[in-house]
C-alpha cells in the first residue's frame, strides 16, 4: 500500500511520533523553486515563464436587467400578493490580462503609491470582493516592500476598522460597491492618508470619502499614472518580511490578525506544488470566486500563478445561471478544469443534481441510480468509466462547465456522502484541511492516493504529531487508529498574532507547535482524519462523548436541510439540533403528507412535518455510522435562513456556534426540556 506519511524522530511526550509527508524526505519544503522566496518572486517567474499567456480572465458587466415577480406570502394566515422587483446581471464574455501585464501594472500602482507617500514596511488594507484588481493591489504592495491587510468584505464597519487601526494602515483598497462603507470608518483611522478604488465612482461618492486625514481618494489607474509619471524600481521583499496580516472572522469577540511572512506563503505555495504540480499544467484553468481574503483562496490562486495555470475571476451570485440574463454564469462561460470550494458549495451542488433527479420519471431514476452504481464500482477498481459518462453523468458535468478534472475542498469538514456523490457524478473532489496560522497547509489528499473519510497526509512544508486528550479518550495509543489533538510546525506556520502576544501564548506550544485544537486520528495509509474539534467536544451526562462538527458534517446530507447546528448539554443524555430547512424539499414533503398550510413558518412548526425530517436525520445519521449518543432527541426548525449577514456564520461559512446559541436560547431551552420530564 502506498502511504502519505511516514514517522520519525523519537516517542513524543504525552502523544505519538511524528509524521511528515513521504514528498518530504530530504526535509520540510520552503518554496516552490530554488529563486522562489516570496509572492514577488511568484509572480515574477511566471512573467520570465508565461509571459504573454492568458493569466487573468475577467468579465465586463453590460447592464443590470429588473424583472418584476409576483410573490405569495402568508400574513396572519391570510393568502397576499407582491409584486418585487428582482436585479439580474448580464455581462460580457471573459477578458484576459497576461502576465507582463498584470505585473507591469502592479509595478506601476506600487510606484505610485510611494510618490503619494507610502513607504517601504506601510500597510495597505484590501477590502474588496475576490477579482483580478484584489491581486494586482496586493501585487503593487510587493513591489515596493509594502504590506497587506485582508478583511473579508462581509466583515463590517466594526471588525474593519477594528484590523485597520490595530495596524495602523495608511492607504486601503476597495472597489466602489464598498466605498461607502469606507468612508464611514475612514474618519475613525487617524493613520489612513489614501483611499485607492476600483470600478466607477461619483464624484460626490469620492468627496464624502474624503475624511478624517484621507488626502486622496483615487481610482487604480489614476495612482498607476502617478507611478509611470514617476518611476520608481522595485524594492523586493525579503522571506522573513511581513507579506499580509489576514484577519479572521471568528466566531466571537474582534477579529484576530494573524501575520503571515514572505517565507509561510511561499512554502505553503511550494508544498502544494510539490503534491500537485504533476496533475496541473499551463493549458488548465480554475475558477476564482472564493474570498482571498482567506488564506486557502490566496495560496491556491498564487501557486496557479506559479504554474501558468489561467485564473477566472467570478461571484458566488453570478457562477450560475441562476442570477444573469442574457448570458452564461460564470462557471459555464469560464468552463474550468479546475476548482476549489467549501463544503456549502458542494453541498448546494450535491442537492441541486439530486432535486433535478427526483423531479424525473421513476424509470430516468432507475437509470441514474443503476450508472451511479456501476461507475462507483468501476472507479474503485480502477476501470474506465467512459462510457457511462457519455451516457449519463457528462450531462451533470455540464452544469459545472463540462471540462473540471479535479476539485478541492477545504475550509471545514465535508460529508463522506457528498464527496463520494461529485466524485462519481462530476469529478474527484480532494479534501484538504489547514487554517489561517498554517497557511491552510495542513495536509493534502493527492488523485493516486484518493479516497473519501480523511483529508490527505501532511503537507511537505508541515510535520504533524497527535497529543493525547485523555478525559475524551483520544490517545495516541489506541488501536488500530492512533488518535489525539493534532499539533504541527513548518516553515508556514505563522509566528503568532498582530499584537495578541496573550493569544499567541495560547496557540502554541512551549517549544513552538501550533496546537490546532482539531481532534484527529492516523489511517492505516498514513493519511489523516479529523474528527472534532477540541472546544466542540461534549460530555453527556451518561459519560460518552460526542463530537458536534463530526455530527454536523454527517446530517448535512439529509435532503432537507440547508443548515444544522447540533447543540448538546452536559446535563442531559442526548443531543438536539437547530435545523434550517431547504424549502422546496420541504413543501414537497408537507403535500405528500397531507399538511394543508402554505405558510412557511407554519409549516417550520408543524408536528408531522418535524417528526418527518427529524427521522430522516436520525436515518442520515444511521447510514453514515454515528453512534445512539449521537442521535437526535429533537430538532427546532427555524423559518430564516443563516447568513454571514444576518452575522450566524462566519465569512468562511462556518457556524458562529455561540451567536446562534444566544440567538435562539428560548428555543433549544423549549426542547431540551422535554429531556428533564
Known amino acids: 500500500m502506498k502511504s502519505y506519511s511516514f514517522e520519525i524522530g523519537p516517542e513524543q511526550p504525552n502523544g505519538g511520533r511524528i509524521r511528515r509527508s513521504t514528498n518530504a524526505v530530504d526535509g520540510l519544503i520552503r518554496g516552490p523553486d530554488k529563486n522562489v522566496h516570496t509572492l514577488y518572486d511568484v509572480l515574477q517567474y511566471a512573467v520570465k515563464k508565461y509571459g504573454d499567456a492568458d493569466a487573468f480572465g475577467y468579465r465586463k458587466l453590460e447592464a443590470v436587467v429588473e424583472e418584476e415577480k409576483q410573490v405569495t406570502k402568508f400574513i396572519d394566515g391570510v393568502e397576499t400578493k407582491e409584486t418585487k422587483i428582482w436585479k439580474y446581471f448580464q455581462y460580457s464574455g471573459y ?76 492607504a486601503i483598497y476597495t472597489s466602489t460597491e464598498l466605498l461607502g462603507t469606507v468612508a464611514k470608518v475612514a474618519v475613525k483611522c487617524p493613520t489612513l492618508k489614501i483611499i485607492m478604488y476600483s470600478g466607477e465612482a461619483t464624484p460626490e461618492a469620492i468627496e464624502k470619502a474624503k475624511v478624517g486625514n484621507v488626502e486622496q481618494v483615487l481610482s487604480m489607474d489614476e495612482i498607476a499614472a502617478y507611478g509611470r509619471a514617476n518611476p520608481r524600481e522595485a524594492r523586493e521583499p525579503e522571506p522573513e518580511d511581513i507579506c499580509c496580516i489576514m484577519y479572521t472572522s471568528g466566531s466571537t469577540g474582534n477579529p484576530k490578525g494573524v501575520i503571515l511572512s514572505h517565507k509561510n506563503i511561499a512554502s505553503a505555495v511550494g508544498s502544494t506544488h510539490e503534491q500537485l504540480h504533476s496533475y496541473v499544467s499551463p493549458r488548465d484553468s480554475m475558477m476564482a470566486y472564493l474570498p482571498l ?15 501558468g495555470v489561467t485564473l477566472g475571476y467570478g461571484s458566488p451570485r453570478t457562477l450560475t445561471d441562476a442570477s444573469v440574463r442574457n448570458c452564461k454564469g460564470d462557471i459555464k462561460e469560464f468552463r474550468p478544469t479546475l476548482m476549489t470550494g467549501v463544503p456549502a458549495v458542494w453541498e448546494s451542488i450535491r442537492k441541486g443534481v439530486l432535486a433535478k433527479i427526483n423531479e424525473s420519471s421513476p424509470n430516468v431514476q432507475k437509470v441514474f441510480y443503476k450508472a451511479f452504481a456501476a ?36 475550509g ?8 463520494r456523490f461529485l466524485s462519481v457524478t462530476v469529478c474527484p473532489v480532494l479534501a484538504g484541511y489547514g487554517m489561517t496560522e498554517s497557511c491552510s497547509m495542513t495536509t493534502l489528499m493527492v488523485p493516486e492516493l ?17 497529543v493525547d486528550v485523555p478525559d475524551a479518550g483520544y490517545l495516541s495509543s489506541n488501536s488500530p487508529k492512533p488518535q489525539g489533538e493534532v499539533w504541527m510546525r513548518g516553515p508556514s506556520v505563522t509566528k503568532g498574532y498582530w499584537k495578541r502576544e496573550d493569544a499567541t501564548r495560547e496557540a502554541f506550544s512551549d517549544d513552538g507547535w501550533l496546537m490546532t485544537g482539531d481532534i484527529g486520528e492516523w489511517n492505516e495509509d498514513g493519511s489523516l482524519s479529523v474528527i472534532d474539534r477540541k472546544k466542540n467536544l461534549v460530555k453527556l451526562s451518561n459519560g460518552e ?14 435532503l432537507y436541510i ?17 435545523v434550517v430547512p431547504l424549502e422546496p424539499a420541504i413543501r414537497k414533503m408537507a403535500r405528500q403528507k397531507g399538511v394543508e398550510t402554505n405558510d412557511w413558518e407554519e409549516l417550520c412548526t408543524n408536528e408531522v412535518v418535524k417528526k418527518a425530517v427529524l427521522s430522516a436525520l436520525n436515518a442520515q445519521a444511521k447510514s453514515g455510522g454515528l453512534k445512539g449518543a449521537e442521535l437526535l432527541f429533537d430538532i427546532h426548525i427555524v423559518s430564516d435562513e443563516w447568513t454571514i449577514e444576518s452575522g450566524l456564520l462566519t465569512a468562511a461559512q462556518k457556524l458562529k456556534r455561540q451567536d446562534i446559541g444566544k440567538r435562539y436560547k428560548a428555543e433549544i431551552d423549549e426542547v431540551n426540556s422535554k429531556q428533564i420530564k
Open 412 to 419: 471545514a469538514p465535508m460529508s463522506i456522502e457528498t464527496q
Open 95 to 170: 477578458y484576459y490580462m497576461s502576465y507582463k501585464e498584470a505585473s507591469r501594472k502592479a509595478h506601476d500602482i506600487g510606484a505610485g503609491l510611494y510618490y503619494l507617500g507610502m513607504r517601504e514596511k506601510s500597510k495597505i488594507e484590501i477590502f474588496a470582493p475576490t477579482s483580478l484588481n484584489w491581486i494586482v493591489a496586493s501585487h503593487s504592495a510587493f513591489t515596493q516592500n509594502m504590506s497587506i491587510v485582508t478583511a473579508y468584505d462581509t466583515l463590517g464597519e466594526e471588525g474593519l476598522l477594528h484590523s485597520m487601526n490595530e495596524t495602523e494602515v495608511e
Open 293 to 307: 481574503a482567506h488564506v486557502f483562496e490566496f495560496v491556491t490562486e498564487h501557486a496557479c500563478i506559479f504554474w
Open 375 to 410: 461507475k462507483a464500482w468501476l472507479q474503485e477498481h480502477h476501470y474506465p468509466t467512459y462510457l457511462l459518462d457519455t451516457a449519463v453523468f457528462n450531462k451533470i458535468k455540464d452544469q459545472v462547465g463540462g471540462r473540471l478534472r479535479v476539485a478541492i475542498s477545504g
Open 545 to 558: 462523548y460526542i463530537a458536534l462538527e463530526k455530527m454536523e458534517s454527517i446530517y448535512k446530507s439529509c
Open 450 to 466: 484518493y479516497s473519501v473519510g480523511n483529508v490527505g497526509g501532511p503537507q511537505p512544508c508541515a510535520e504533524i504529531k497527535l
Open 562 to 578: 440547508g443548515n444544522i447546528c447540533v447543540c448538546a448539554d452536559s446535563l442531559l443524555p442526548r443531543a438536539i439540533a437547530l
